[in-house]
């Protein structure tokens, strides 16, 4: 039986017949990488390392545009998109792969970096310790994916009892794995981002890099999704003290407005939203690293969400109809930091901290100031609340709308479905027929992969959901 360790090993090359050499040498028995250019080559692939797609996350929430032959195609799509309980994910989720190796390709090369890392040689022991604390970082978020989209929310009285996903701390063949508790896995990543905070720099070798503030950034996230507001206001703080810069989409809407505002003009504009992005901490891609890549499209109901007069929204999608379709399309061709980690998620994860804190002004002033640089001021006016929970409703729009396509989204349904107050029920119209997703729905947790269940390396994986 193959081991797992092996398949992640290859998986990179399996998916990318271009990718870089250095991928070759993963599997033990080869040669291994000896310079800090061999590591640090390793570390900035792209496709490799810094892409992590997560289709159903995205398809379940109905974040995105699913065409009907798309679904007619691909029956784990439908099921998630239409909301089909009574059938069995499991059976068809060699569909939805992705996100599984993609993670665990990334961990791999983490690993080894962290496994040879300190035998590495022309280097600076700065330079090594900044590379292997890096590695730390990038393996810690993608655990984080991993976690929220196989497992169940953290619950501080059941996360040390259900299960999570598996650990890998070495890129060896035959190398154990272990799929531990929620508990140990959200310990795992913390202790990851501690141990490389002392070592990381303040601003990364590029954006591929995650510096210290990246690493704040990540710790603000992981405090929120286990409900330690106190410790994720903290770490926000942190993380803006080193990059608190937000884009000016009004100013980009003004520069580019006959075209944006042309209805039947649907030709492609460079996004902003690329490595040079002033909201930047880190970037990872999240569909396809690829420069001609447009972004998903959004229904009409999911883009009728968006606050009127979004000029970020106005800039990146137009409605347009494809017969029989109708749909909002992508207006932006270039790269998306998807994936990666941005000031705009730190600001809302701020102000959801002082809600629950009940500094409801704090929390409102972060919101506008986010606003402002999003919605045109005819539009424009101040939103207040009225208590706490008021505040995170008006916040969490902002936040599902911001922070579309990417993990923290779904990540958020899941961790607000466990309170009364936020508990989202979806519903939407199929055929004359009102379907719905409860916050209490199975569909929340995605099933693992079937080439991971049938083939797990040296160690065991059991499904955290039965179908």
């Known amino acids: 039986m193959k081991k797992i360790i092996y398949l992640l090993a290859i998986i990179p090359v399996l998916f990318f017949a271009s990718c870089n050499k250095y991928l070759d040498i993963l599997p033990k028995g080869k040669k291994i990488p000896q310079t800090y250019a061999d590591f640090e080559a390793l570390l900035r692939d792209e496709a490799t390392v810094h892409q992590v797609p997560i289709p159903q996350a995205i398809i379940l929430p109905n974040d995105r545009f699913v065409s009907p032959s798309n679904l007619n195609y691909y029956k784990l799509w439908d099921i998630n998109y239409n909301w089909k309980e009574q059938e069995d994910r499991k059976i068809y989720n060699n569909s939805d792969e992705s996100t599984y190796y993609y993670a665990y390709s990334s961990i791999s090369v983490c ?31 993608s655990y984080f994916t991993l976690a929220n989209y196989y497992a169940a929310d953290y619950d501080p009285k059941t996360a040390g009892q259900l299960l999570s996903v598996p650990w890998i701390e070495s890129a060896d063949i035959g190398a154990p794995s272990k799929q531990v508790t929620i508990a140990e896995i959200y310990d795992y990543m913390i202790k990851d981002i501690k141990d490389a905070l002392p070592n990381l720099p303040t601003t990364g070798l590029t954006i591929l890099h995650p510096g210290k503030g990246a690493a ?36 980009y809407y ?21 490595f040079a992005y002033v909201e930047n901490y880190y970037f990872r891609h999240g569909q396809s ?9 959004l229904q009409v109901e999911r883009a009728a969400g968006f606050e009127k007069g979004d000029s970020k929204f106005a800039s990146r999608w137009k409605l347009r109809t494809v017969v029989p379709n109708t749909y909002y399309t992508s207006t932006m061709t270039g790269f998306y930091n998807t994936q990666g980690l941005t000031t705009v998620e730190v600001y809302l994860i701020a102000a959801e901290c002082q809600a629950r804190q009940g500094n409801i002004q ?32 008006k916040i969490q729009r902002l936040k599902q709308n911001e922070l579309i396509h990417s993990i923290t989204p779904f990540a958020d349904y899941k961790r607000l479905n466990k309170e009364s107050a936020f508990a989202t029920t979806l519903s939407k119209t199929i055929d004359g027929k009102t379907v719905q997703l409860s916050p209490t729905s199975h569909l929340w947790i995605m099933p693992f992969p079937l080439g991971a269940t049938e083939n797990p390396g040296n160690g065991s994986i059991k499904q955290n959901v039965e179908k």
């Open 111 to 141: 690993n080894l970096i962290l496994e040879h890392g300190p035998a590495m040689t022309e280097t600076t022991l700065q330079q090594r310790d900044q590379l292997m604390a890096t590695a730390k970082v990038l393996r810690a978020i």
């Open 216 to 251: 704040y950034a990540l710790l603000a996230r992981i405090y929120l999704q286990m409900d330690n507001y106190p410790v994720a206001l903290e770490n926000s703080e942190k993380a803006l003290g080193y990059n608190d810069k937000l884009y000016d989409w009004t100013a």
């Open 254 to 274: 003004n520069a580019n407005k006959s075209q944006i505002e042309e209805p039947a003009n649907y030709a492609l504009k460079k996004t902003p939203m690329d």
């Open 289 to 297: 690293p690829n420069y001609t890549a447009t972004e998903l499209s």
């Open 362 to 393: 704090k929390a409102m002033d972060l919101v506008n100031k986010v606003r402002k640089t999003r919605i045109l001021p005819a539009n424009y006016s101040d939103l207040t609340a009225q208590n706490a929970t008021d505040a995170i409703k």
